[in-house]
C-alpha cells in the first residue's frame, strides 16, 4: 500500500516568491494534517482537515498561508508571498477518521528553502 | 499548557549497549501517546501507541512503556541500523493535534 505522497521533496525560492506543496494521503484515510518541521524541533500542526473541510486552521497564518482540499482527497498548501522565516520541512501526514488517537501517518516532506 | 519534553537531546551508543530514551509530558487528559523514528530527510515513521498507565509495546529491539507522568522507549542491544532521531507525541482531550517533543538524536556505533 503506498504511503503518504508529497512533492517537490525540495523547493528553494528568494523571498516575495510564491510556492506550493502538494500531498496525496494514503487510500481511504479521510482525515489530511499539514505540519511545519523547524530543524532540531518536532513537528507543529498547521491545518487539519476532515474530509473537504478545514476544522482546525488555528495555526495556520493565515495573512500569507492558505490550504485547500479540494474533492477531500489531495490537498495543497500555498505561501504566498514567502519570507526567509518560513525555511523548514512542510509535513503532510493522515489518519483514517481522526478519531483522537488514530494514528497519523507523515509523508517525507518538502524542505523549503527560501533566500 | 499541554507540554512535551524529551531526554537526553542526544544519545552515543555502542552496538550492543542497552539504553533508554524518556519523555515526560504535562497534559489534561492524555488520550494516547505516540513513538515516531525519523530518519534524516524523511518524515516520522510510526511505532507505537500507548493509552494508558502500565501498558507496553514491544517490537524488535524497541519496548515502549508509559506511566502518568512519562513514557520511556527502551533499546535492547542496539544496531547502527537503529541511529535516527526518536520524537515522541500526544494527542490530548478533545484536541486532535500531535504535540511533539524535540526528539532524541541516537547514534549507535559498530
Known amino acids: 500500500e503506498a504511503g503518504v505522497v508529497q512533492s517537490p521533496r525540495y523547493k528553494i525560492i528568494e523571498k516575495k516568491q510564491p510556492v506550493a506543496f502538494w500531498c496525496n494521503p494514503i487510500s481511504g484515510h479521510n482525515t489530511l494534517y499539514w505540519y511545519l518541521q523547524n530543524l532540531g524541533q518536532g513537528p507543529e500542526l498547521l491545518i487539519r482537515y476532515e474530509n473537504e473541510e478545514a476544522v482546525d486552521d488555528s495555526q495556520l497564518p493565515k495573512d500569507r498561508f492558505s490550504a485547500e482540499r479540494l474533492k477531500g482527497v489531495d490537498s495543497t498548501l500555498k505561501i504566498q508571498p514567502a519570507e526567509l522565516g518560513d525555511s523548514a520541512v512542510y509535513l503532510c501526514a493522515s489518519s483514517l477518521e481522526g478519531r483522537p488517537a488514530d494514528t497519523q501517518y507523515f509523508g517525507p516532506g518538502t524542505r523549503l528553502t527560501v533566500l | 499548557e499541554d507540554q512535551v519534553t524529551q531526554s537526553p537531546e542526544a544519545l552515543r551508543l555502542q552496538e550492543g549497549e542497552s539504553s533508554s530514551l524518556n519523555c515526560s509530558y504535562t497534559?489534561?487528559?492524555?488520550?494516547?501517546l505516540f513513538w515516531y523514528r525519523q530518519d534524516p530527510g524523511k518524515g516520522p515513521e510510526f511505532l507505537f501507541t500507548?493509552?494508558?498507565a502500565g501498558e507496553e509495546k514491544e517490537k524488535e529491539r524497541l519496548k515502549a512503556t508509559l506511566t502518568k507522568k512519562e513514557s520511556f522507549l527502551h533499546i535492547t542491544a542496539p544496531k547502527p541500523e537503529d541511529s535516527a532521531t526518536y520524537l515522541c507525541a500526544v494527542q490530548a482531550g478533545s484536541s486532535y493535534k500531535l504535540i511533539f517533543g524535540s526528539g532524541t538524536r541516537l547514534l549507535v556505533r559498530p
Open positions: 497534559v489534561s487528559g492524555l488520550r494516547g
Open positions: 500507548l493509552y494508558s
